[in-house]
């Protein structure tokens, strides 16, 4: 079976790193971005199957950069984080595309199930 | 309250919430590099690593103390954003378990255990969610200042007589004698309860031995 592709995009880098190293022991091909200018030129240019997005970043926003992935291609499925009070923004964030939204820190058994449920919607 | 003490809550609020946003992130960081030396430890074979009970059990430590962590932030996040709006309709059960969360700690330096007693069906109210918050930290105050260590105090949101009212209640097994509600009924710190019940449209009055403050509470208030 093919490895997943995510794209994990959070300006905390001590985070995304360590999240995509726990991703790839699970067989999963992770690239990172920390902010959303890196993330949309990863978009275009080596599209992901899945982006597991922080909502509060500096810059674009979350929200932002969901909007212009689904612009670039509507077909990438987009999990967004966000922070505990503001579950808002991933109400916001679903009206907007996303698949669906995690409250960080978040469990990471919980995020692959969401990570693979989101590639079998895509088939 | 007036506009400019309005005006200072909600700068402390929104200073706190901030702040209360950086600490998850640090949690978050914890929690992931925590969580990638329990991967490594999963596939690395038995025996390989002398010591990978106690690291097992070390890591279990850590990821109780970030839940720990991540509860009492939470809590805390959605205190400091209570300045945000008033009147707002307040569930009095998630009021109570918040200041459990976030003054237990005031209640253990007195041995005494705080915990929340919550009502079913939930009663929710149309209130200032500061005030109530200082009107619930007051009363707590008050107990732990009349008695001597240790018992529990229980908040209890419930109905009497169709009125909406929140207890703070105190146990102890120790046989209680003198007059509490007479001592707590003279202090500052009553007067000074008693001016945010007035603020909230309410009224406290304890009861005894074993001393009880119950804050009767209007359904709706305009602030």
Request: proline share 5%.
């Amino acid at each position: 079976m093919d490895r997943i592709k995510i794209l994990l995009v959070d300006d905390e880098k001590e985070f995304v790193t360590t999240l995509a190293e726990r991703l790839e022991l699970r067989n999963m091909n992770v690239s990172i971005a920390m902010d959303g200018e890196a993330a949309l030129a990863l978009v275009e240019n080596d599209p992901p199957q899945v982006v597991i997005l922080d909502v509060m970043m500096p810059g674009l926003s979350g929200l932002e950069v969901l909007e212009k992935i689904k612009a670039i291609n509507s077909r990438i499925q987009v999990i967004l984080l966000t922070g505990h009070g503001a579950t808002k923004d991933g109400i916001r964030g679903m009206q907007l595309g996303a698949f669906d939204y995690l409250i960080k820190p978040i469990d990471i058994e919980e995020l692959i199930k969401k990570v693979n449920e989101a590639v079998k919607s895509m088939v | 309250m007036n506009h400019l003490k309005r005006k200072e809550v909600a700068f402390f609020g929104r200073i706190t919430a901030g702040i209360t946003h950086e600490i998850k992130n640090v949690l978050a960081i914890i929690q992931e590099s925590s969580g990638l030396m329990e991967d490594i430890l999963d596939i690395t074979e038995d025996g390989a690593f002398p010591h990978k009970d106690k690291f097992i059990k070390s890591l279990n430590r850590i990821h109780g103390q970030i839940q720990r962590g991540i509860d009492i932030t939470s809590c805390l996040n959605r205190f400091a954003h209570s300045p945000d709006r008033s009147p707002v309709n307040l569930d009095l059960n998630d009021i109570t378990e918040q200041m459990v969360l976030l003054v237990s700690r005031f209640a253990r330096l007195k041995n005494v255990v705080l915990e929340s007693n919550p009502s079913d069906p939930p009663i929710v109210i149309r209130s200032d969610p500061v005030c109530l918050e200082m009107a619930l930290f007051e009363s707590i105050e008050i107990l732990l200042k009349a008695i001597d260590s240790g018992g529990k105090i229980t908040l209890s949101p419930r109905k009497i007589q169709n009125q909406c009212v929140l207890g703070a209640g105190y146990e102890n097994t120790v046989l209680i004698e003198e007059d509490i509600p007479a001592k707590i009924s003279s202090t500052e710190r009553w007067a000074s309860l008693q001016e945010t019940m007035a603020f909230l449209g309410g009224i406290a009055k304890v009861f005894g031995p074993a001393p009880e403050i119950l804050m009767y509470l209007p359904e709706s208030i305009d602030v």
